[in-house]
């Protein structure tokens, strides 16, 4: 099975040729597309050292979009039966993937999040884990599902499912918006465990949990109420 790796980037210098290297070394077939949102350092010079890897498909914004565009904008070049969403700060280990990848070798099987609290707290601070553990038990309670980690940067598609979803994410609304309209559509989300070396604002995190938090949570509420003929391209 032909797995698409969709990157979104932006700013990462310091781990993106180390997020390449981990993802290219992993014993599957794959299509790496890294998505360069804009960045301003170095990222772009390091990424144009690696755009002639047959294996590496680059894309650079001129300017920032933010990460659900930088998303939407690798997924018409996915050639992949699956699709997976891997972060560019190493927050997230990439030989997990092939957890997430294992399950979806299933036909029955459309979605897996890889949760970074499915055994609990792990690494994370206790804001953190409280302000995720909040989200995921208010898209439970909206959805009726049962999911631990909704914000997860670790999330896996069929080709065939995300590419019919009609998303207009920009930013990081992306992770409520897959969620919500995956859900609404009637699939199941599967989760494995995942492990999360969470770094600090000083270090480059870009995600700020209050008020993409409050974001969030307005995104899920807002697609609760969605037509389910808005939720996939042309009604299909």
Known sequence: MLVSVIIPAYNEEQTILQVLENVQALPIQKQIIVVNDGSTDNTYKILEKVSDDPEITVIHHEE??????????????????????????????????????????????EVVYGSRFLKGRGNASLHNYIANRILAIYTNVLYGCRITDESTGYKAFSTNLIKKLNLTCEGFEFCPEVTAKILRGGYTILEVPVSYFPRTKKEGKKLRFFTDGFFAAWTLLKYRFISRNKIFKNNS
Do not use: M, T
């Open 64 to 109: 920032n979009k933010g990460k659900g565009y930088a998303i939407r904008s690798g997924i018409p070049h996915v050639c992949g039966n699956s699709v997976v969403i891997q972060d560019a700060d190493l927050e997230l280990y990439p030989n997990d993937i092939l957890q997430l990848v294992e399950l979806l070798e299933n036909e029955s099987v």
